[in-house]
């Protein structure tokens, strides 16, 4: 297939923390399981991210199969875990971005596309020549190499990073990785650089900027609090933010003591109270539902 082309920076690959140093056009396989193909998992009209970014007609995303981190709880786990998914080359994940705006989708959503970076940029190349026009989001679980992001510039419309350690030791026993806080805010600052703070449209769809993203985990409120903390001392005060209480215990989660349960209503409420004590304005909270799974935004502000 097309996608079989030589990538140089694959050759030594430190696209992301791991820095593995491995020949993916060889098909040597680092920390992500992955070679220099691009392997994604879904295509879908996605209706369930924050409003601005799903609107009336969805959210095109790109689920990417593989990933950099280990996450005992993660609710993608046969893809980000497993590996499910199939391989296609650069040229079909171009049509599939056109594909997907002539769905009227309202923007490109890269769901975990951090191993696919220099991938997704030559796919967006093409894409642009046959019209693609309509932003184009990074939505990453945090664990980059600000080069990495830095490469990026120009390409990338919106980010929304995850946030979802404020304690590395608690990142190495829930996601496997070393460091996560520094790489995730050293990230995370790059990525405000570059496209600054939200700005809607007048139909309140998001065309450009950034959303931190959170999720709760039981009883970890202090991690959350301390990343609240982060957030608040450490970017803009208009900074947008997007708290989710959706974790439910799924994968090695069940095996946890700690994490084998759904967020109670009181630690919900705790959080709710610690966004209002430091007075972050901007941005979306999942309304608590302990009964199932659906993802309700309503605004925090």
């Known amino acids: ?36 193909n691009i392997k994604i998992a879904l295509v879908s009209s996605h209706m369930y991210e924050e409003p601005c970014i ?35 080359s650069i040229e079909r994940l171009a049509e599939i971005f056109i594909e997907q705006q002539e769905n009227k989708v309202h923007n490109i959503n890269l769901v975990t596309p951090t191993i696919y970076v220099e991938q997704i940029k030559l796919a967006i190349d093409i894409a642009k020549q046959k019209g693609l026009n309509i932003p184009i989001i990074y939505n990453s679980n945090g664990y980059e190499n600000v080069e990495t992001i830095k490469s990026l510039k120009g390409y990338i419309n919106v980010y929304l990073p995850d946030l979802k350690y404020s304690n590395n030791e608690i990142a190495k026993k829930y996601s496997n990785v070393n460091n996560y806080f520094e790489f995730a805010t050293e990230a995370i600052k790059e990525m405000y650089n570059q496209v600054g703070n939200v700005e809607l449209d007048d139909n309140g769809m998001i065309k450009k900027g950034v959303i931190i993203r959170h999720l709760i985990l039981p009883n970890h409120i202090l991690n959350t609090k301390n990343v609240l903390k982060w957030i608040k001392n450490n970017m803009p005060d208009d900074i947008y933010v997007s708290i989710m209480s959706q974790y439910f215990p799924t994968y090695l989660a069940k095996e946890d003591l700690l994490i084998n349960r759904k967020i109670t209503r009181k630690e919900y409420k705790e959080i709710e109270k610690f966004l209002e004590i430091l007075e972050i304005e901007n941005g979306y909270i999942q309304e608590y539902n302990s009964n199932d799974n659906e993802e309700n935004y309503v605004p925090k502000f």
Request: charged share 25%.
């Open 54 to 88: 799903s609107g009336e007609h969805g959210s095109g995303t790109i689920f990417f199969s593989n990933c950099n981190m280990n996450c005992k709880f993660c609710q993608n786990y046969e893809i980000s875990q497993k590996g499910k998914g199939k391989e296609i």
């Open 1 to 36: 297939m097309d996608s079989l082309r030589k990538i140089k920076q694959l050759e030594y690959c430190t696209v992301c923390p791991h820095r593995c140093r491995v020949n993916r056009n060889n098909n040597q396989l680092g920390r992500c399981k992955s070679n220099s």
